[in-house]
């Protein structure tokens, strides 16, 4: 049992202060990272191989130490005592530096990778070299920037799941979760794909491919030099791109509609594993204002919009160019699409309008918008500008929104805009998810009756901006596209008045106006009126 | 137009502001001296343990008043001149009303302890007190908790989380124990001090000690003893914040007197809330409750009321939940503390995680009376149609999954309850 230390020159105070072995822990965490600093600044190392063993083992040891003194002597619960008293969590002056620091990081990686050492031509230096010897184990090859990232990401994923499950440890929803998102990290996007570069050769050509990660999230997956990869490597390779579409059209949708966007968003991806783990300090900074979830629906449809025209026109560019190995002729490939978009936005205006309500309006913009675009792709295609226009469109996407917003934004201002912001305004995958979710879907969250104190936590600490309380304090189900089903609203509610659920679709959205616990003629009265 | 006044902007005089704009367009005043904005009372200790900024427990955006009509004011009504339908506030402002809803909610019931007035003592109602609190748990290394209720467990765990040592003082054998069987309440007070705080049973308040400077330095028990302390958090219940209209014609006695349509003896004056005390109990319940939710029913029953639909207050099964540190509890239907010859009880406690559940049932007929959940969160609709069907207690029993809200994966309980309740019921070999 919990014995408390009664510090008397810490009486009375906000819990702000770490405790000693906090402390400790946070210095060998230190350590580790000022191993990675300083080969950033070019200290040559002698034997790579420990070192970086030092700095990761450093850094975990660290982190998981913390997390045993913050938590360890703790009864299982929720653990958000001081979360808006320390600086770090409550955009105080250390959750700035923090976020300037990864934001540096993110601008140095994506556009400055020869600051840390990499290097095409010749040996990689400073901070990639030390992950060469890691990189040769995996793959053979030596390591790039991009190696040394998601060295760092899944190893961040893994000790901060270990944290979050120590902090959430009374929930086996959240530990299963996080299991998963440990797992699905550690083994699709780290090495699986390692272990099929090693298999290339010259039978073998395979593009990296993270096998979870589905279009529209991996933007660039069907470009020319993808396409031609997986058709140049035989039947695994066609597999893996037949793999690609039926996760898009087939698996995705069902899987939707069994368990709610949340089966990928905060159980497989990795961006969301990210956030869930290493951003889970910060899931209370977003924002939960009407105005901000305004501005959600228009950018992060924007990004759909923007991403379906831009991958019709990359694969319209080049599917002329090689007509023997592709039936689909530019045209047909047009008419497919539009003939596709079509049948689904017909569907959803004539079949679920209840589910739709104000968002008709957004879906029939969209969808109007995209028609425009192949028209004018299918009539101005044939000026050189277009094609010009085609890849510029497809580089402009990869820098603003591949890289800008989901690693320097979305990752960079976790201490600031909190750790979905990626996830909420920007991911087009997220969008079309929310999509299904929201029009057919048997997950929802359930409210309880009449039991909400209208207390405010569940909306406090949704990532996702979610005012749950708007809903709860109603006693009408959450049912709303963002929502990833993180389950922390049904945690931190002291009054178990959320339940993630999946049940039939019927009865999901249920407005009322008076309560239960009410006289039941008042109740029919109002609620029928 | 016609206008409607309310005193009072919690969550009763809200919830019936609301519901009047939604079935009118009546011209409606909220008046409060707390706040300018409706916050969630009962979130207070979120803000004082850093979960939540104050900002956080204010249900509603600031915009939203304007945009539906509802104005505000901040200011203390003083008087109130029933016939001329007139309101002084304390700047000597005068407001006019049609109709009036007092929905002035409570305060610390200070039970004139000697010493209570002295400089650290204090209640946990308003959000003043949370400021209050603020101020006096600076530089205190140990606090006294008078009264084992659902205010005293947030107190505790709110000085808890400042590492503050704190002792809380009970009249019964376990704590809450005027509402929980000593089963629960045995669990709930393991618990509690598991945590390390420390209760002290069968221990009432006697008077309050202070220094020089008027500040509490300690304070006595009935039994004498002197327990040293720096802060004196009082809860043992609130009453009706009704002291302004003593001596008006507006018939009151612990709170304002209202019929069951919730109007006073004044002509367009009504009574909600916390504040309001029905002269006829309605099934079992108090004359005055002080919960959230009856003060929401009232404010919907009010409004109708209001708006031409004259509707009574008739709120359906009892039903209830707290938190006692980790420990969710929830209620529903009626289950006593004190033992009663016509009903039987049954009790199932997990040998092995801290939850637990009690039920009740009238003897003879095996009819169902209500519930008591621990660690386990059960399905309010499923548990009001029992009570509404009239089930008995083998039905319920057998219905039980069909009432687990635990989370996904949650360890289940239904099979080891039925189990239980066969063993029970079976005559021993
Ligand atoms: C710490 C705490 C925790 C609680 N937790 C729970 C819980 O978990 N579950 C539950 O069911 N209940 C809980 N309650 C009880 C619940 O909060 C109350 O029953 C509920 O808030 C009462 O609402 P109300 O609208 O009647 O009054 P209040 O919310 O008290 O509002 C009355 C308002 O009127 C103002 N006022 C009074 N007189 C005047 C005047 N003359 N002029 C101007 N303004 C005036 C007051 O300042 C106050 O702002 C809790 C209460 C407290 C204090
Ligand atoms: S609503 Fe709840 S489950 Fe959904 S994203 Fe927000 S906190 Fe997570
Ligand atoms: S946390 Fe629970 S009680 Fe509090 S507002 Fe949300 S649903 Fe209601």
Redesign the pocket.
């Known amino acids: 049992m919990s014995r408390v230390q009664y510090n008397m020159s810490l009486a009375g105070q906000p819990p702000q202060a770490l405790s000693m072995w906090q402390k400790f822990f946070v210095f060998i965490g230190l350590v580790g990272l000022s191993i990675l600093l300083l080969a950033t600044f070019n200290v040559n190392f002698p034997n790579k191989g420990l070192w970086l063993f030092l700095s990761l083992g450093g850094i975990s040891v660290g982190t998981i130490g913390f997390s045993w003194a913050l938590y360890g002597d703790k009864q299982a619960g929720i653990k958000n005592d001081g979360v808006w008293f320390k600086s770090i969590s409550s955009k105080g002056i250390l959750g700035w530096v923090l976020g300037v620091f990864l934001t540096l990081f993110y601008v140095v990686l994506y556009f400055y990778p020869q600051y840390i050492g990499l290097n095409s031509e010749g040996e990689n230096t400073g901070l990639v070299a030390l992950f060469d010897p890691l990189s040769k184990m995996l793959s053979g090859n030596p390591a790039s920037q991009w190696f040394m990232y998601g060295t760092l990401y899944t190893i961040s994923i893994l000790i901060f799941g270990i944290k979050f499950i120590w902090k959430y440890r009374h929930s086996r929803y959240e530990i299963i979760r996080t299991s998963s998102v440990m797992f699905f990290q550690t083994a699709f996007a780290f090495i699986i794909p390692e272990f099929m570069a090693r298999l290339n050769g010259d039978s073998l050509q395979l593009p990296y491919y993270d096998l979870k990660n589905v279009w529209p999230l991996n933007y660039y997956n069907f470009e020319q030099y993808r396409i031609d990869g997986f058709l140049n490597s035989g039947t695994i390779g066609f597999v893996l791109l037949i793999f690609g579409i039926i996760s898009i059209f087939i698996i995705t949708p069902i899987l939707t509609y069994k368990y709610g966007k949340r089966w990928y968003c905060s159980w497989v991806c990795g961006c969301g594993g990210l956030a869930e783990t290493a951003g889970d300090p910060f899931r209370q900074l977003s924002d939960k204002s009407q105005m901000a979830w305004k501005v959600e629906r228009w950018v992060v449809h924007s990004v759909v919009v923007f991403v379906t025209l831009m991958t019709t026109a990359v694969i319209y560019s080049y599917l002329d160019y090689d007509a023997s190995k592709y039936w689909l002729s530019k045209d047909v490939f047009l008419g497919l699409v539009a003939l596709l978009l079509t049948l689904v936005f017909g569907w959803a205006m004539l079949y679920r309008r209840e589910e739709l309500q104000k968002d008709a309006q957004y879906g029939a913009i969209g969808y109007f918008v995209i028609i425009l675009g192949l028209v004018g792709i299918h009539y101005m295609f044939g000026s050189q500008l277009f094609i010009f226009q085609a890849e510029t469109l497809r580089t402009t996407y990869g820098f603003l929104i591949g890289s800008v917003f989901s690693g320097v934004i979305g990752v960079g201002f976790y201490p600031i805009f909190g750790s979905r912001a990626w996830c909420r305004f920007g991911c087009p995958m997220a969008a079309i998810l929310g999509f299904q979710q929201r029009l057919f879907s048997k997950f929802r969250i359930s409210t309880n009756g009449g039991q909400c ?1 209208s207390c405010g936590n569940c909306s406090t600490y949704c990532e996702m901006g979610i005012d749950v309380r708007a809903y709860a304090q109603k006693g009408q189900n959450i049912v709303r596209s963002s929502c990833v089903g993180c389950g922390i609203c049904a945690e931190v509610c ?2 178990g008045v959320l339940k993630l659920e999946n049940d039939t679709p019927k009865g999901r959205i249920n407005p009322k106006d008076v309560l239960l616990g009410n006289d039941v003629d008042l109740m029919n009265y109002v609620n029928n009126k | 137009m016609n206008h409607v006044v309310i ?8 919830t019936a502001a609301r519901h009047i704009r939604k079935n009118s367009n009546k011209k409606i005043t909220v ?5 300018d904005y409706f916050f ?3 979130a ?2 979120y803000v004082y343990m850093g979960h939540m900024k104050f900002e956080h427990t204010q249900p509603y955006e600031n915009w939203f008043w304007e945009k539906n009509n509802i104005a505000l004011k901040n ?4 008087e109130i001149d029933f016939q001329n339908k007139k309101l002084t ?1 304390s700047q000597g402002e005068t407001i006019m009303y049609d109709q009036l809803i007092l ?4 305060i610390t019931n200070l039970r004139g302890w000697k010493g209570q007035h002295f400089e650290g003592v204090q209640g ?3 959000k003043q007190d949370l400021e209050l609190l603020e101020k006096n748990s600076k530089n205190t290394q140990h606090a006294v908790i008078v009264g084992g209720g ?2 005293g467990v ?1 107190m505790a765990e709110m000085l808890h989380s400042r590492k503050i040592e704190v002792t809380i003082l009970v009249r019964e054998s376990v704590f809450w124990g005027s509402v929980l069987p000593k089963e629960e309440g045995k669990l709930i007070s393991n618990h509690i001090e598991s945590h390390g705080v420390k209760i002290l049973y069968h221990t009432e308040l006697d008077e309050i000690i202070a220094d020089d400077n008027n500040r509490v330095k300690a304070i006595k028990t009935k039994q004498g003893n002197i327990i040293d302390c720096q802060l004196v958090g009082i809860t043992t219940g ?1 009453k009706p ?1 009704i002291s ?1 209209l003593e001596n008006t014609e507006l018939d009151t006695e612990m709170g304002i007197l209202v019929n069951p349509f919730l109007e006073t003896n004044m002509p367009d004056v009504y009574a ?4 309001a005390q029905q002269r006829q109990s309605i099934n079992n319940r108090k004359p005055i ?7 929401r029913m009232m ?1 919907e029953a009010v409004a109708q009321t209001i708006c031409g639909n004259p509707t009574k207050y008739n709120p359906g099964n009892w039903f ?3 938190k006692f540190f980790d420990i969710e509890y929830q209620t529903y239907g009626w289950v006593f503390s004190k033992p009663d010859e016509e009903y039987s009880d049954f009790y199932w406690q997990d040998p092995k995680k801290e939850r637990a559940l009690h039920f009740q049932y009238h003897s003879k007929t095996q009819k169902f009376r209500g519930v008591n959940s621990f660690g386990i969160r059960l399905r309010h609709e499923v548990a009001d149609a029992w009570l509404n069907n009239n089930l008995t207690i083998q039905q319920v029993i057998l219905q039980l999954p069909e009432a687990n809200f635990d989370k996904e994966f949650s360890r289940k309980f239904s099979k080891q309850v039925q189990q239980a309740f066969q063993e029970a019921q079976s005559p021993q070999l």
């Open positions: 104190i002291p009054r | 005193i009072g902007n919690g969550i009763s005089g809200i008046i409060s001296a707390e706040t969630s009372r009962t207070l200790m200011a203390f009504i003083e506030s929905a002035t909610g409570s946990l109602v308003s659902l205010i947030e609130v914040s302004f909600i809330g916390d504040c409750e002080a919960v959230w939710y009856t003060g404010g209830n939940s707290a």
